[in-house]
């Protein structure tokens, strides 16, 4: 993001007001500049909602004190290269980026009905779930599976990009990837 020119003390009381006219100008544009980085800006649709949150760099946070809540971005635990999103309050730090890949599948044909970050083939019983390549870290992850007719419990981690259900037959299986 390119900086933002803003003037201080503008106005100043002992300036008269056509002297700082153009810098109070200029601090009214920057207003609504700031604002349009990560917002919707001034005389539009939805304007004042978020488009996103932007953080500026991996960060540690303390606890807050009483019911506050922070939301931060630090160095993850498999990826230590990679920033996660973390939620901390009084109580507890939690891993808000820990669910990597998620789907629901059709145990038949293994088509993906709703997912993230995965593609399924079937060969017999088994079907093998694909991940891009660095959704997950080498294989020390977890994957929570549940299917429609209670028989689907059974997975193995062939690499770090796949895993494999084993087990299925017909109806739906749910499945996650968790990392931390």
Known sequence: MPGITYNLNIPLATNNPSVDQPNMKINTNAIDSLLQVDHISFNTTNGGQHLQL???????????????????????????????????????????????????????TASVLNGFNCTGSVVGRTITITMPS???????????????????????????TQFALGNTSAGTVSFAVLQL
């Not at 999103?85 to 820990?98: D, I, V, Y």
């Not at 997950?136 to 193995?156: E, F, H, I, M, W």
């Open 54 to 108: 932007n953080f500026p760099s991996v960060t540690t946070q303390s606890a807050p004190a009483s019911l506050a809540s922070v939301a931060y971005t630090t160095a993850g635990t498999a990826n230590t290269g990679a920033a996660e999103f973390f939620l901390k309050n009084s109580s507890a730090t939690l891993l808000l980026s820990s669910i990597k890949a998620f789907g629901i599948l059709d145990a038949t």
């Open 134 to 160: 660095g959704v997950v870290t080498g294989t020390n992850y977890a994957v929570l599976v549940s299917s429609s007719t209670g028989v689907n419990d059974v997975y193995s981690i062939t690499s770090s």
